[in-house]
């Protein structure tokens, strides 16, 4: 049964009326005559530049080279310690950029050599091109003294916004001498996205970041106290009779991979010792118009190279990964937004969730992506448009019974389609925003399907936002509403109801009620924040929200509890200008409140934060949390409202100077809560580079801590002040030790070799068992006290006795060891086309013992039973003229 793929139909634009007042308070941050101008001049009789980085061709003496650049730091405002010249050349295809980077001294240029979009500490230039001319947005090429190429997409309007997902094909070359180094650039109009005119404007800023001197230097440098990036760029003029390229590329692909298992089983038909597999498939990315551009993929490539990091989960929740997968990754910043996690990507070919029983079984570890298709840009009225859809495949299991020696097949997943289309107005002088999103899945699930009890049959989400800046973006009003829909069998939207979500079934919600017999949960959100986010000394918000209990997101998006009532007030001291001995420093103070829609109070707390940098950049940060006593409607999971202690955290934080190349930050936890319960944990990141081509880094970390209410189970038997079951806790005292380690040797900036290696260690042990005394009481009934036993057997389980209930609690102590590493060649042997060559190993073991770590568990983990994957990937680039 083929899933409907959701439609979204927008109308008209989005218009949002605004007092004349208000108008009148909305700055453009200096008026457009006043901006820097910087002109290209057009290649003619001339040849187009040769790619080398000497800027000795004939073209570049008729260029209009700038040197009108200012320091944001060492000291904001000063004139640069070396000069800086830049210029722009352009023909019908390309365009081209030359930089000559003077040093204050020779030898003083810093160039490593580093993967690309990887910069460290190495010197670098950068060129941020608003070529949309939207004053919110731009696209940013820079290169290193080493050659290494950077590209980035901004999104928003502040300068740290960095979108590294985007990846246009694009060549650069650098040279260094004596005097300095020399960077040349050529960027194909058909990597750019434009509007269509017969004369181009662009918004252009120029940086220079200069490690070897901590000096950062700017062709329009926006002050630390000023708020605006894209808004406040200088104007590229000149580029005249371009027009946007059809933009038509094809990268077709080959792989293969084969999966070595250790301990192999030899009666498991599913696994023959290797496991080969081969794919082949291919994306296809075209323009349509000026301004819009198509990408779809067929039998996708979306494998992982970097393993998701090993985790303990002992709470409700699920944990949360990010996305690495290219196809989601780029252009990801059209398709957010709403106000909420309304998109998800990784919900998109996600592991499959029904199951199969037997002796063996061959469980598809994703769902199989038939084809996803994207649509994105903006248009010249600005309107940014973004709009996927996505269509998985139905998945089986494979089981084989020897007994009986019979092959089966289970359904584990439906045949899915996922829609997603989100629009975003920019207006007003001040580059204000206003917004409009839609999602929507439907699942190919027949009434009376097995899979029917476990996943809704349709969803579906509206949801709209507004960001209304004035006074020059210092004063930010932003809101945003949002609906969701859920449809499906009525056991699929008992799950929901019962999900750690929301827990409609609590014995003493007075609020919410829960309905067996349901086939639809509807719900909503709505929030507001106000801030002041620009001046010198003084900054502020003011935030809330109302979720109420049935708004769910999570088959496309993500939503870990709903049913809250959210307000959050904060102050913000900050001093930007260096003195004696502080380079920057703020303080700052948050008073947060949460209810849930019954208004029961959920959390009182707050904080206090310091941070601050000195005068030799080694920065550091001091954090103090306190939360007052409260009521909990989660921690009994799906029982009465149970009480949480008083509890205290401080957090500390020392690094040094980031553009060293050695690097090193300590960090420190510790906290208490007023039950008995501690924390504590150190961690550290340590990177160095002993060769221009080799760098590593170590991020070691150990945490203990003791939670005094673990939940653990419930069961029936209980007590009338629980509402007749036991909801049963233990203290947990867990232990944990990990370290990230990278390595990377780059032999050029093409070809990479990069390892990743993750060494993880983690256990529990339980003490003092025991189950709520009363409703809305933090207070346990410990047992072995007040008439009650509790006998620990052999194979670490309990054997309780209360009364004439006699029941047994599993053992659950844990002890989880992990070692997962990568080891990636990849080689850009022509632009835009890449091998990679991956070795993958996943070892593992886990064991029924709650023994704090030591250093040898790290050695077991090393040496546990696990599984190789070795793969290999090629991609050919084919832009179609």
Request: proline residues 5%; hydrophobic residues 35%.
């Amino acid at each position: 049964m083929l899933p409907r793929l959701p439609l979204v139909v927008a109308v008209g634009c989005l218009a949002l009326p605004l007092p004349s007042s208000l108008w009148g308070q909305l700055a453009d941050g200096g008026a457009e005559a006043t901006r820097k101008q910087l002109r290209a001049v057009r290649i003619n009789a001339l040849p187009a530049p040769r790619l080398d980085g000497r800027l000795d061709d004939a073209a570049w003496a008729v260029a209009e080279f700038t040197a009108d650049f200012t320091a944001k730091q060492p000291v904001e405002g000063a004139a640069p310690l070396g000069r800086t010249e830049a210029a722009f050349l352009y023909d019908d295809h390309a365009l081209y950029i030359g930089a000559r980077m003077l040093g204050a001294r020779p030898g003083d240029v810093r160039a490593l050599l580093t993967r690309r979009d990887q910069w460290g500490s190495s010197e670098v230039v950068v060129f941020a091109l608003d070529s949309y001319l939207d004053r919110r947005t731009a696209y940013a090429f820079g290169v290193t003294a080493a050659g290494v190429r950077i590209d980035f997409f901004q999104p928003t309007d502040v300068e740290g916004s960095r979108d590294f997902g985007y990846e246009p094909v694009w060549d650069a070359k650098a040279s260094v001498d004596s005097t300095g180094w020399v960077a040349e650039l050529r960027i194909p109009f058909s990597q750019l996205r434009f509007n269509h005119r017969d004369v181009q404007v662009w918004g252009l800023n120029i940086s220079r970041y200069v490690p070897a001197r901590n000096e950062d230097l700017f062709w329009v440098m926006v002050p630390r106290t000023s708020t605006g990036w894209s808004s406040r760029f200088g104007n590229l003029v000149g580029i005249e009779g371009i027009r946007p390229s059809r933009r038509l590329e094809l990268l077709p692909y080959a792989a293969g991979n084969a999966t070595a298992t250790g301990n192999r089983d030899p009666a498991n038909p599913f696994d023959d010792g290797r496991n080969l597999s081969a794919r082949m498939g291919g994306d296809l990315k075209m323009g349509l118009g000026p301004n819009l551009t198509v990408e779809a993929t067929v039998n996708p490539d979306f494998g992982q190279v970097e393993a998701d990091p090993a985790q303990v989960n002992l709470t409700a929740f699920e944990t949360i990964f990010s996305e690495r997968r290219p196809f989601f990754v780029e252009g990801h910043d059209l398709l957010d937004g709403g106000g909420k996690d309304y998109f998800y990507s990784r919900r998109i070919g996600a592991p499959p969730r029904g199951g199969a029983s037997a002796r063996f079984v061959d469980r598809p570890l994703n769902s199989t992506i038939l084809g996803a298709a994207k649509l994105t840009g903006r248009l010249r009225s600005g309107l940014a448009i973004g709009a996927l859809a996505a269509v998985t495949d139905a998945e089986s299991a494979r089981t084989y019974t020897p007994g009986a020696g019979s092959f089966g097949s289970v359904p584990v997943e439906p045949r899915t389609g996922y829609g997603v289309f989100r629009v975003r107005k920019q207006f007003g002088p001040n580059q204000s925003t206003g917004g409009l999103m839609l999602t929507g899945v439907n699942r190919g699930l027949a009434p009376g399907d097995p899979l029917a009890a476990l996943a809704t049959r349709d969803a579906y989400a509206a949801a709209t936002d507004w960001n209304l800046r004035f006074s020059g973006g210092r004063y930010q009003l932003s809101a945003y509403t949002g609906w969701t829909l859920v449809r499906g069998d009525a056991a699929a939207i008992t799950r929901l109801q019962r999900s750690s979500a929301r827990y409609f079934q609590r014995p003493d919600a007075t609020h919410v009620r829960f309905d067996s017999t349901r086939t639809a949960l509807p719900g909503y959100v709505y929030g507001a924040r106000f801030e002041k986010s620009g001046g010198r000394h003084w900054f502020w918000s003011l935030f809330a929200e109302v979720e109420t209990p049935g708004h769910e997101r999570n088959d496309l998006g993500r939503l870990q509890t709903a049913d809250n009532f959210d307000t959050n007030v904060n102050l913000r001291y900050r001093e930007n200008r260096p003195g004696p001995t502080f380079y920057n420093y703020s303080i700052s103070g948050t008073v947060r409140n949460n209810w849930n829609t019954g208004w029961v109070k959920q959390v009182t707390g707050g904080s206090l934060d310091l941070s601050a940098t000195l005068r030799n950049y080694v920065s550091f940060s001091l954090d103090l949390d306190l939360n007052a006593r409260a009521l909990s409607d989660r921690v009994t999971r799906g029982g009465p409202l149970m009480g949480t202690p008083a509890n205290w955290r401080l957090d500390g934080r020392v690094g040094s100077n980031s553009r060293l190349t050695t690097v090193g930050e300590l960090e420190g936890q510790y906290g208490r809560d007023e039950l008995g319960g501690w924390n504590y944990e150190v961690s550290m990141e340590f990177s160095a580079r002993p060769l221009g081509s080799v760098s590593f880094s170590v991020d070691p970390g150990y945490a203990r801590s003791l939670e005094p209410r673990q939940y653990l189970t419930s069961r029936s038997a209980g007590r009338p002040e629980t509402y007749g079951r036991r909801y049963i806790f233990g203290a947990v005292e867990r232990s944990t030790l990990s370290a990230d380690i990278r390595a990377s040797y780059v032999m050029s900036p093409d070809l990479t070799l990069e390892l990743y290696a993750q060494p993880f260690v983690s256990t529990g042990r339980y003490s003092r068992f025991g189950e709520l005394g009363a409703a809305r009481s933090r207070d346990l009934r410990l047992y072995g006290e007040g008439g009650s036993s509790i006998v620990r057997n052999a194979d670490g389980s309990r054997t309780v006795t209360d009364g004439l209930d006699t029941f047994t609690l599993a053992n659950p102590d844990f002890t989880v060891r992990s070692f997962r590493s990568n080891l990636v060649l990849r080689w850009e042997w022509r632009r835009g086309s890449t091998l990679y060559l991956v070795w993958q190993q996943n070892r593992g073991s886990s064991l029924a013992l709650g023994d704090p770590v030591t250093p040898r568990d790290w050695w077991d983990a090393f040496t546990a039973t696990g599984d190789n994957f070795l793969a290999v990937k090629l991609s050919y680039w084919l832009p179609v003229d």
